[in-house]
């Protein structure tokens, strides 16, 4: 399904006053990228590193208001909860979180528990867009409740997407926790699920140029029923991320069963 008229135009409202004090720069593969390699277990939740969606929503297609109280670290794991609790024009509220600083050609790995619940959104994926001054570019895994089965791979270049690609997840992208990893070079973009190649794209007019923020969200809609299935909410429910990491492009891997270290392995033998 294309849905670039219901995407992230709002997501970014406020976050474009951010202070950018205390960044500081770094040698980048491309214009704007300023973070570095690293790798957050989430013993804690940084917020140097990380900044939290509060007290808006991305527009009518999303039923949720993001809250900072959805979103906390417990045991070494970050929680991103769904709820019914009325925030402001929202009947639900939900959680996102997202980094400071932006990141070009590498390696981005996540170890993640998908939320329960037809018509959620469990995603990871990267972003850039008009409130950064930037063309609407994004890389995409998302766990759609309708079929927990399946993570919905794709691409956004200048606010084109329509690349969308369904990749097996095996046994239940909600029954327990998965690696899910995309190398993305400046010719090729590859997608991996537990350390498994699922997806490649090489087509030019397909892979994003601009450096992007790193994003984790769980969301819900009432609307958009034929992509993530018709909202039927139960009891409060989780995404949950064991780690994040990324491996800018030359760099050493951040942590021994990253794909980046993987790679590093088949170019020396």
């Excluded at 018509?119 to 867009?129: E, H, P, R, V």
């Excluded at 819900?220 to 491996?247: H, N």
Aim: proline share 3%; net charge negative; hydrophobic share 35%.
């Amino acid at each position: 399904m294309t849905i670039d008229r219901y995407r992230r135009f709002a997501r970014l409202a406020f976050i474009a006053t951010l202070p950018l004090a205390g960044l500081a720069p770094a040698a980048a593969a491309q214009e704007g990228a300023n973070g570095k390699s690293f790798k957050d277990d989430f013993d804690t939740l940084d917020t140097r590193v990380w900044f939290v969606s509060d007290g808006w929503n991305n527009g009518g297609h999303q039923n949720c208001t993001w809250s900072k109280k959805q979103v906390k670290t417990v045991d070494g794991i970050l929680e991103l909860t769904f709820e019914e609790k009325k925030v402001k024009e929202r009947n639900f509220a939900c959680g996102e979180i997202q980094t400071r600083k932006r990141f070009g050609y590498g390696t981005y790995e996540a170890r993640i528990k998908a939320a329960d619940g037809s018509g959620l959104n469990s995603a990871f994926f990267t972003y850039i867009g008009p409130t950064d001054k930037k063309p609407h570019d994004e890389i995409d895994f998302e766990v759609l409740g309708k079929n927990t089965a399946k993570v919905q791979i794709n691409q956004y270049v200048s606010a084109t997407g329509g690349n969308e690609f369904l990749a097996d997840v095996p046994g239940g992208a909600n029954q327990g926790f998965n690696d899910y990893a995309f190398v993305w070079e400046k010719n090729r973009i590859r997608y991996y699920v537990n350390g498994e190649l699922v997806h490649e794209v090489t087509d030019p007019a397909k892979i994003p140029v601009n450096a992007q923020k790193i994003f984790f969200s769980l969301w819900g809609t009432d609307t958009l029923t034929d992509w993530m299935g018709t909202f039927s909410y139960k009891e409060p429910t989780k995404l949950q991320v064991d780690r994040v990491a990324f491996t800018a492009a030359g760099d050493e891997c951040q942590f021994a069963e990253s794909v980046a270290c993987q790679l590093e392995r088949a170019q020396s033998e």
